[in-house]
T-cell receptor, first 114, second 111 residues
């Protein structure tokens, strides 16, 4: 099925460890996004990529880096994980950043930092 | 960005229409109203959007007041599977504008 695929689905890290969250879409979308959602809260934008080769900071970029590997893939890296980064991470894609009705979200990565 | 105000939670009866209000009194002329929902533990799902005319699709209807300062999302026949958090978002439709989520309304559909 067409859509956004995130890996892994679950991850437990120790404080200070690093990891990369992977995201891939097969809808030929130009724009991709990383959000985080803390318990009981709405989603907050971490980074986004309006098109292949570009990335920009969102609302809460500190502690994260991203790579738009190609048009399909957009990865999120935590260099030194902290307990405050315990959250559910959602990747999304859209035809363009202006197409706010065309966002397709992945099923999320549940990250716990201990 | 125009901010939105939604009730924190609401209940509705299965089979009845669910009317979800949203206030956006500072909306600008070029800003659209979008609705997304998030079923427990899943990624958000697009429902509907509109600028100033009422809109309807297979999932819901969107009623926007004439002054555009508020809107209502209508789920015509709520089912248990409609239990979710519903987000009302106001954004310009132009390129470069990202989707920003507020707290939303937690809707519980009861049998």
């Amino acid at each position: 099925n067409a859509g956004v695929t995130q890996t892994p689905k679950f991850q437990v890290l120790k404080t200070g460890q690093s990891m990369t969250l992977q995201c891939a879409q097969d809808m030929n979308h130009n724009s991709m996004y990383w959000y985080r959602q803390d318990p009981g809260m709405g989603l907050r934008l971490i980074y986004y990529s309006a098109s292949e080769g570009t990335t920009d900071k969102g609302e809460v970029p500190n502690g994260y880096n991203v790579s738009r590997l190609n048009k399909r893939e957009f990865s999120l890296r935590l260099e030194s994980a902290a307990p405050s980064q315990t959250s559910v991470y959602f990747c999304a894609s859209s035809e363009a950043t202006g197409w706010s009705h065309g966002y397709t979200f992945g099923s999320g990565t549940r990250l716990t930092v201990v | 960005d125009a901010k939105t105000t939604q009730p924190t939670s609401m209940d509705c009866a299965e089979g009845r229409a669910a009317n979800l209000p949203c206030n956006h009194s500072t909306i600008s002329g070029n800003e659209y109203v979008y609705w997304y929902r998030q079923i427990h533990s899943q990624g958000p799902q697009y429902i509907i959007h509109g600028l100033k005319n009422n809109e309807t699709n297979e999932m819901a209807s969107l009623i926007i007041t004439e002054d555009r300062k508020s809107s209502t999302l209508i789920l015509p026949h709520a089912t248990l599977r409609d239990t979710a958090v519903y987000y009302c978002i106001v954004r310009p439709g132009a390129a470069g504008n990202k989707l920003t989520f507020g707290g939303g309304t937690r809707v519980l559909v009861k049998p």
